[in-house]
């Protein structure tokens, strides 16, 4: 299975809304409302930011949100901050019975 | 909020099998709150599912990896384990443990991580 295809890098000012974008196939992304998004700092694990395509663990800001059309799911930070430069990579299942991570976009802060 | 700790080898030969653990604590690994997972990144590359491990002893595997990925748990020691055979140099990377909510494709919580390289 191939990695759901990101852009490798998307950049933004303070203040600014962003949008971070994953694209697989009708075999994963497409067909299952089950897409989550990790937020990883370097040296550091992954952390869950969005799972089921949209919703927000406790404890994650409001200014990350999750959607998804056809084969292509969202990740938006709004009020973008310092604090939100990392690495952000999707995940979605895909069938049968396994998972796929997507390639990892790069967040700067301008 | 469950804690999870891997641990093993940092150094592994080619060729040779990598086996490391990873120690559930401040839960049971046979709550059924988790299914049980393996992910790797190598440096300075994106996040590989390796494959998951249910209480019962029911298993995953990523389809790239199944013939050589062994998943098990110890109930009587809270513990899961990955064994990786044959490995090369392209299996250097940080190896998590992390656990899968059931019916949800959501990772969490991870451990730290553990690199493990492969050289001679």
């Known amino acids: 299975q191939s990695a759901l295809t990101q852009v490798a890098s998307v950049s933004g000012s303070p203040g600014q809304s962003i949008t971070i974008s994953c694209t697989g196939t009708s075999s994963d992304v497409g067909t299952y409302n089950l897409v989550s998004w990790y937020q990883q700092y370097p040296g550091k694990a992954p952390k869950l930011m969005i799972y089921e395509d949209s919703k927000r663990p406790s404890g994650i800001s409001y200014r990350f949100s999750g959607s998804k059309s056809g084969n292509t799911a969202s990740l938006t930070i709004s009020g973008l901050q310092a604090e939100d430069e990392a690495d952000y990579y999707c995940c979605s299942y895909v069938h049968p019975n396994s998972y796929v991570f997507g390639s990892g976009t790069k967040v700067t802060v301008l | 909020q469950v804690q999870l700790q891997e641990s093993g080898p940092g150094l592994v030969k080619p060729s040779e099998t990598l086996s490391l653990t990873c120690s559930v604590s401040d839960d049971s690994v046979s709550s059924g709150a988790y299914y049980w997972s393996w992910i790797r990144q190598p440096p300075g590359k994106g996040l590989e599912w390796i494959g998951d491990?249910?209480?019962?002893?029911?298993?995953k595997y990523n389809p790239s990896l199944k013939t050589r990925v062994t998943i098990s748990v110890d109930t009587s020691k809270d513990q899961f384990t990955l064994r990786l055979k044959s490995v090369t140099a392209a299996d250097t990377a940080v190896y998590y443990c992390?656990?899968?909510?059931?019916?949800?494709?959501?990772?969490?919580?991870w451990g730290r991580g553990i690199l493990v390289t492969v050289s001679s």
């Open positions: 491990i249910y209480f019962t002893g029911n298993t």
């Open positions: 992390a656990g899968l909510l059931p019916g949800a494709v959501a990772f969490d919580p």
